[in-house]
């Protein structure tokens, strides 16, 4: 698979990756296991967040997986995907279409992703600056919200509390869902180009501010003892906003919301492609195919709140071995190869 990345539509795929599956959830359960301390872990997760880029853009020549390695990111790709599509089912049938069997809705979000993922792969790492203008929608959103924002309800911390801390901490780390792609796709961007140094830097202070930003504005509109019983507090709250151009802020957004999740499911199974392509030669029809029978199949099980966060349960953990454990793993194993 033949297909070269500028240094923007390198970070807008990473970007996409990192925010489509979680940004509108990740608050809510972030407020229920740090409390009032939400926006300090946050601050510690977009730390590390830095670090781990800067880490893997030093090591990423020496990331050469084998075929059990990267069928361990075949298969957490698939599961994430899932995970989006299931989550993307149990919304829709809340805030847009109570009435319109799940199938209907799926089908048309698989068809969309296959077909994509048939055509070349200039196509789809294109797709990313259709979200441009929605991401500077979404910042203009939540600035209508700052009028009735409780900031005092940022104090009191309680950070003496180990265990919250890091139960917190343990969360916040699904914001960072989709970094490992950066192993995979850096090799493709034009070699002349460096990232170390405010490329890096410039990226991971807007991911940060994206998160912190929908996480502040969540925690000082919502008393914490609510939070646990606002069913996606983000849409929630933009439902409860009064704007002159569009009488509900929250479907408009919903809108934006299912197209960026629609972008996101199309690059986690290119990525599934560029993966199997590196151990399999020949034609990927049939392979794209088996990939979207699976998406196509497995999340209407899931599309509910119980299952949908049976589902969620092992991400975290899954997240922690795929993303940082394995490529530590990889980096030694071929260092001691070259020494």
């Not at 986690?268 to 049939?286: P, W």
Request: include cysteine; charged fraction near 10%.
């Amino acid at each position: 698979m033949k297909f070269s990345l500028t240094p923007i539509q390198f970070f807008l795929i990473i970007f996409l990756l990192q925010t489509g599956s979680v940004f509108i959830t990740f608050q809510t359960r972030l407020l229920e296991g740090a409390g009032r301390n939400a926006w300090v872990v946050f601050i510690m997760t977009g730390i590390l967040h830095y670090l781990l880029l800067l880490f893997y853009e030093r090591q990423h020549s020496r990331f050469l997986p084998g075929p059990f390695v990267l069928l361990l990111y075949k298969m957490y790709w698939i599961y994430i995907n899932v995970l989006s599509l299931s989550n993307i089912l149990y919304s829709l049938a809340i805030w847009l279409y109570p009435n319109t069997p799940s199938i209907v809705l799926l089908l048309f979000i698989v068809f969309v992703s296959f077909y994509a993922n048939c055509c070349k792969p200039d196509t789809i790492i294109n797709l990313p600056v259709i979200i441009i203008p929605a991401i500077l929608i979404f910042f203009f959103s939540l600035v209508f919200v700052f009028p009735d924002l409780e900031w005092t309800w940022l104090f009191p911390l309680d950070l003496k509390d180990v265990e919250l801390v890091l139960n917190g901490f343990l969360i916040s780390q699904v914001t960072v869902v989709g970094a490992a792609s950066f192993l995979f796709l850096r090799k493709r961007v034009v070699s002349d180009v460096k990232m170390i140094g405010w490329p890096i830097a410039i990226y991971a202070s807007f991911w940060f501010l994206f998160f912190f930003m929908s996480l502040i504005v969540v925690q000082l509109f919502f008393p914490l003892e609510t939070i646990a019983i606002v069913p996606q507090a983000l849409l929630y709250l933009l439902k409860s906003q009064k704007v002159n151009f569009v009488e509900r802020l929250d479907l408009f957004f919903l809108f934006i919301w299912m197209m960026w999740s629609m972008i996101t499911v199309i690059l986690f199974a290119f990525l599934i492609r560029l993966v199997h392509a590196e151990t399999n030669s020949g034609k990927q029809y049939k392979f794209n195919l088996l990939i979207h029978m699976v998406f196509l199949l497995v999340p209407p099980f899931f599309a509910t709140r119980d299952r949908l966060e049976m589902l969620r349960e092992p991400l975290v953990y899954l997240h922690l071995t795929i993303v940082v454990v394995l490529p530590i793993f990889v980096f030694i194993k071929n260092r001691r190869k070259t020494i």
